[in-house]
């Protein structure tokens, strides 16, 4: 017997292998993962795909695709897991949609979900995020054209062939049926997810007076702990602790987030003699001040602002980016508005203390893991970590973009090209994509004059995503992930940015235009493998 396996580009270091169905993508990552091919650095199952990352230093794709078609996985294991059931209120707003295109009734719809048991198939998009197969086959729904800005904690949905239970407030594009109050993700139990592949699941009614709102948040950050450091006097909105994010987490729904710039990070550590493992702060388009309560040693990266330093005694000072800055105890500094660029990175000689949540201190603002954001007050303690020397000049950093400018990203085309029709595929490439205030962390959503539109209509099975991936929803208009992107997806990726402006893509303000440059065509191999 034959199968086919399809490799799909997926960005600079990353692939995509598209099998036939859920049972074979299930026993080939589970085949690829003991394997240990050397290189392959994370493997998300998807639906019927295995997003697949690798070091380019060590490996290649086509040595990786030579490899995984050489596996002969074993078909058939049965995942046994635990029966939960699951409270719910059923009050979502496309209760009434998802009946009338099945063509039933509110009620009907009601009585086939909690007669159904669903049984967790994978997990992605965000920690505790359940991927749940149906045995009813008729509950098979396509997702909205267009997602969500924001769907509550607890929002129990429909996609395809799929239910889910959506674990934090997040984006997102599957019918809402109603909301349950119990927390799928919660980081003070044993295991964080409640749910993990080969669970079995039932949903019944709950007392119409609950709500989502219980969900429990990570724990809170150490930054309003007792004793001298680096305290925040104002800021504009909140800020952010970050590193390098928590690599190597997918396997429990969890991306790796970490600063959006990660070359303004390194170089703000580097500048410091810290280790490129240490914890700053991320400051989003400036507006804010800082006052050392000791003598301590900083510098501010990434987007350029106006630096003014008051000394104690009154006098200000205007000092540069990119350099070392002594401050003496009663000292403040006072960081205005980027002209050019989005995110600035504030980091101390010695680093951060802030809590570590599975290995780093990130805040991941879609997934809702890592230290609770900053704000006014809080005051920021000294790591004391060993460090290096400091860099004593200045280092000049690139020159990011203004709201005015029209910024060119490097793309890799794929993995889901071919569903796009030339003309689309063309206009993407030639077109200017503005910059919409809804941008945030998880992604940069783009507007343009003439929307993508598709050569195959059909629903996409949600498969793994990066940073980078330009995903286009049913409306036309891309969305281009950036650090806190979801694992996986429904809708189909485009193209995705090359790891060389990754850091860019993260710097592009609000009312700035993008053109996309394919450096790499869409190219799919396909290989005929014997089972």
Not at 215 to 233: E, I, M, N
Request: charge should be negative.
């Amino acid at each position: 017997m034959y199968k086919t396996l399809q490799f799909l580009p997926a960005g600079s270091n990353k692939f995509i292998v598209e099998l036939e169905d859920l049972e074979s993508t299930i026993s080939l990552c589970d085949a690829l993962k003991t394997a240990c091919f050397e290189g392959v650095k994370e493997v998300v199952p998807g639906a019927v795909t295995l997003h697949v990352s690798y070091d380019p230093f060590v490996t290649t794709a086509r040595e990786l695709y030579a490899q995984i078609s050489s596996l002969r996985p074993q078909a058939g294991l049965s995942r046994a897991g635990d029966l939960v059931e699951i409270p719910m209120v059923y009050d979502g707003e496309d209760l009434a949609f998802v009946a009338d295109y099945l063509g039933w009734s509110v009620e009907q719809l009601i009585r086939r979900h909690q007669a159904a048991t669903f049984t967790v198939a994978f997990t992605g998009f965000a920690p505790g995020f359940a991927y749940m197969t149906c045995d009813d086959p008729e509950l098979d729904v396509p997702r909205r054209d267009s997602p969500r800005v924001r769907i509550p904690a607890g929002s129990v949905a429909l996609a395809g062939r799929f239910c889910g239970v959506y674990p934090s407030d997040t984006p997102g594009g599957w019918q809402l049926l109603g909301a349950t109050v119990v927390p799928m993700w919660d980081v003070s139990r044993k295991q964080a997810a409640l749910l993990k592949p080969g669970d079995r699941v039932r949903f019944v009614e709950a007392a119409a007076h609950q709500t989502a709102d219980s969900v429990v948040k990570a724990d809170p950050a150490l930054h309003a702990s007792q004793g001298k450091g680096f305290r925040v006097v104002a800021t504009d909105r909140p800020i952010l602790f970050q590193d390098l994010g928590r690599a190597g987490n997918a396997h429990q729904g969890v991306s790796q987030s970490g600063a959006a710039d990660l070359n303004a990070l390194r170089l703000a550590n580097e500048l410091l003699g810290n280790s490129d493992t240490a914890v700053a702060m991320e400051v989003t388009y400036g507006g804010a001040v800082f006052e050392a309560e000791m003598p301590l040693t900083v510098t501010v990266t990434g987007a350029a602002v106006p630096l003014a330093l008051t000394s104690a005694d009154g006098r200000v000072i205007s000092i540069p980016c990119s350099a070392p800055v002594a401050l003496n105890a009663g000292d403040t500094l006072a960081l205005g508005v980027p002209s050019h660029g989005v995110r600035s990175y504030v980091a101390l000689r010695g680093g951060l203390v802030a809590p570590q949540i599975l290995g780093s201190a990130s805040t991941d603002t879609l997934a809702k893991v890592g230290p609770e954001p900053i704000t006014s007050g809080a005051v920021m303690q000294l790591a004391d970590d060993v460090c290096g020397s400091v860099c004593a000049q200045p280092i000049e950093e690139p020159t990011l973009p203004a709201g005015t400018d029209v910024v060119v990203l490097d793309v890799v085309m794929g993995p889901r090209t071919d569903w796009f029709t030339p003309e689309a595929i063309r206009t993407f490439t030639e077109q200017a994509w503005k910059v919409t205030p809804e941008s945030n962390r998880v992604g940069v959503r783009l507007n343009g004059a003439s929307a993508l539109t598709r050569e195959c209509a059909d629903e996409l099975p949600s498969e793994g995503t990066s940073r980078g991936s330009i995903q286009v929803p049913r409306n036309g208009q891309p969305v281009l992930f950036l650090a806190d992107h979801p694992l996986t997806g429904g809708y189909p990726v485009i193209a995705v940015v090359a790891e060389h402006h990754l850091s860019l893509a993260a710097q592009i303000p609000i009312g700035a235009r993008i053109r996309f440059n394919a450096i790499a065509g869409f190219d799919p191999q396909v290989k005929e493998t014997e089972r």
